[in-house]
């Protein structure tokens, strides 16, 4: 069925396959991130490189597509106007103007990537294949942040980007863990299956050693659906059995630090990691107060992109991606924000109603539901508001959407094509009966 939908067997030849390498570059960059960890590749300026080449792959992807830019979901409308929105908000930025336009530019490469994810991801496997990329380089990131940070605490600073903070690298990594559950359990072969449990354990551990408490809680929701999904709903009773057993040795080995920042909670301080979480629960209940200021001080354009921790005075961004969004963009883009993440979970309950789903299909809506809901926690404890990963997940659920529903046209399609040329040779059998009747 997957080659029945591909748009153009040429598709080497006239430039999409081009558009789709540096799409595939681009997550590769953006999720491995390897000018942070690796020396001198930030003399390079991949990151630049391959945003340009995914703009020149959408241009080269234009006419040649079965989709275009007229077939393009509602959400991606709302990330448009998001984007727009941010741009006065940068320019009449009452703290920053300079660096929230910086920013705001960065950000906005995120809607290329969804545009060209959408236009260019028309199968099935091509989706796999940029999931697997995501997930897979988020489990080397893990690997190397141990490794590199094995006696630094929380993995705080090992990594630069996106994972440089203990909290980011935690929700990044809950947030690719239901991928990788189901790429283990679609992979084909005991080698491969080890890889992704292998994959998963190293995600897991180096989730409890940032000693996160917001990735801990998201690990808890996401997992819990996950489970849900594909234990229950999949009837692999063995999955939940296994993945409680294995996640409460994890944490038995590397989750005191979590612990003792947890007990902090309550006041009781005692040791200088409680100490440490102590103060840090004062300083975001501090925040988060700061930002309703904010957002009432300035509710239509908000501060601009990034600016909240000039703002704060602390240098500290609120650890809310909700007041964070709203902020530092204003109460219309907050309200976008919602619509945008809304469409997500609406493609996720289309697919859910739509009979007969392949085991393929329903194993990549139980992981990006359960990646969404763990957003949708997790987004309560972190300031993720332009971090790619959630923006992904959304355009992972439109493209599975939109091949579903190419794939009930082919199918209706050829039906129809098969009755009409039934009903056209049984004219012909009854037309040629009759001539060769006697005439009586």
């Not at 909290?167 to 992704?196: Q, T, Y």
């Not at 501060?303 to 007041?323: A, D, M, P, Q, R």
């Not at 098969?418 to 009903?423: A, G, K, P, Q, V």
Request: aromatic letters at 12%; hydrophobic letters at 50%.
């Amino acid at each position: 069925m997957d080659e029945m939908l591909e748009i153009n067997p040429r598709s080497k030849k006239d430039g999409l396959g081009f558009a789709f390498f540096w799409l595939s570059g681009f997550y590769l960059v953006y999720c491995l991130r390897p000018e942070d960890w690796i020396p001198g590749v930030r003399y390079l300026h991949i990151a630049k490189i391959t945003g340009i080449l995914a703009i020149l792959g959408l241009i080269a992807s234009l006419g040649k597509t079965r989709r275009g830019f007229k077939d393009l979901p509602r959400e991606a409308t709302y990330l448009l106007v998001i984007m727009i929105l941010l741009i006065p908000s940068a320019l009449f930025s009452p703290v920053w103007m300079g660096g929230a336009i910086a920013q705001t530019i960065e950000f906005g490469k995120v809607y290329v990537a969804w545009v060209l994810t959408f236009l260019l991801i028309t199968t099935i496997p091509k989706l796999k294949r940029i999931i697997f990329i995501q997930t897979a380089c988020v489990g080397i990131v893990c690997a190397v942040a141990m490794v590199k940070g094995h006696n630094i605490p929380r993995l705080d600073g090992v990594l630069g980007g996106i994972y440089g903070n203990p909290n980011d690298l935690a929700f990044a990594i809950v947030l690719c863990l239901p991928f990788a559950l189901a790429l283990l359990l679609s992979a084909r072969g005991a080698l491969r299956k080890a890889v992704w449990l292998g994959a998963m354990l190293i995600m897991v551990t180096a989730m409890f050693l940032t000693a996160s408490r917001a990735g801990f809680i998201t690990l808890v929701i996401s997992g819990a659906v996950c489970l849900w999904h594909f234990g229950i709903k999949g009837k692999r009773p063995q999955l939940i059995v296994g993945a409680v057993m294995i996640g409460g040795i994890i944490l038995l080995l590397a989750g005191g630090r979590l612990k003792d920042r947890f007990f902090a909670l309550n006041g009781e301080v005692q040791t200088r990691v409680q100490q440490g979480a102590y103060g840090s629960y004062e300083e975001r209940r501090f925040l988060m107060l700061k930002s309703l200021e904010g957002i009432e001080h300035h509710p239509i354009l908000g501060i601009g992109v990034h600016n909240f921790t000039v703002y704060s005075t602390k240098w500290k961004e609120v650890h809310n991606s909700y007041l964070q969004i709203a902020v530092e963009g204003g109460i219309p883009v907050l309200i976008l924000y919602f619509m945008f993440f809304f469409r997500g979970f609406k493609n996720l309950k289309r697919l859910r109603r739509t009979p007969d789903l392949d085991p393929e299909t329903r194993l990549l809506v139980g992981a990006l539901h359960s990646s969404l809901i763990g957003f949708l926690v997790g987004a309560f404890f972190a300031p993720e508001a332009y971090q790619y990963f959630p923006y992904f997940a959304v355009a992972y659920t439109s493209v599975l959407f939109a091949i579903v529903k190419e794939r009930e046209q082919v199918e209706v399609s050829a039906n129809s094509s098969s009755r009409t040329h039934h009903r056209t040779e049984i004219y012909a059998n009854n037309s040629r009966s009759s001539a060769l009747t006697p005439v009586r």
